[in-house]
């Protein structure tokens, strides 16, 4: 019994973790239309930011709050300074076909990845190095008994249930939540209909950026930080919001969840090495009975 708990409450801390990547992508997906595949790589970028802070003395909540606007501030300059001037050029034949258009902005994330990795290699000499935790790691004691989890288990979980309770009313009962759902559905008409597509695709990256930086900063203090520390989140996370639906925040949470027990229960039962095996089985049957996610919509996003 207390193997199996151990498994589910690892499950659940780690499960937070991928659910808020799965976030981030999602919110990029329903503000531009397109996967960020740097996101990570922003969570990194950010991530040592904060851990420099915290070496040179600083609180760790100055630290943390400083790593959100990096994370925000690198969500704003990737769509100014690269998504805008690729997105202006979509119409000219140097692009090619529409699917070929579509393509560009994604794979210039993937390059922005690697520049964002070397960037951070050159400035911390790609060393790894530790990263405190705001809470305790201990595990808790209640009434004498060792629970299977800890304050910082419990304190990552709030954090993501927060996050989506946060971004859901934003989406559905704000504005310019409204304007951004407008913008990734059609920009041309949202553009029309008076929306300033530009900024509130600039946004949907901002707040992106932020979340990311939020998972960056939860997910290192089990593990050192390096340059490439989070790509393999990266892909887990993105398999979560597939799994979920790209245009669902709570199918992101629930598919990071669920990969999250997937990978604690298979640790602790069957060995590390099925994982990959697993969670490729579980994609394919979804994408085969659910290709737009379980939580996906049948027809398309709506506004």
Known sequence: MQTFLNALFTGG??????????????LVWRGAGLINFAQMGQAMFSAYVASTLIAQGYNYWIAFFVALI?????????DILVIRPLKKKSGTAILGSP????????????GILGILQSVAGMIWAGSERGFPAPVS???LKVGGNTMPFTYFDLFTIGIV?????ATSLFLARTSVGLAMRASALNSEVARLSGIR????????????????????????????????SLDLILIIGFTAC???????????????????FVIAFISVYDI??????????ILMGIMFFRPQGLFGSEVGRRV
């Open 13 to 26: 801390s780690r499960g937070a973790i991928y659910a808020l990547v799965a976030l981030g992508l999602v």
């Open 70 to 78: 990096v994370g925000a501030a690198l969500g704003a300059a990737i």
């Open 99 to 110: 699917s070929m258009r579509d393509a560009i902005p994604v794979i210039a994330s993937l």
């Open 137 to 139: 790691t201990v595990a």
């Open 161 to 165: 249930i927060l996050i989506l309770i």
């Open 197 to 228: 597509t530009r900024s509130i695709r600039t946004l949907g990256w901002v707040i992106s950026g932020a979340v990311a930086s939020v998972a960056g900063l939860l997910v290192t203090p089990a593990t050192n930080i390096s340059p490439n």
């Open 242 to 260: 597939v799994i979920g639906g790209l245009d669902s925040l709570l199918g992101s949470v629930i598919g990071g969840f669920l990969l999250g």
């Open 272 to 281: 590390p090495e099925d994982i990959f095996i697993a969670i490729f089985l």
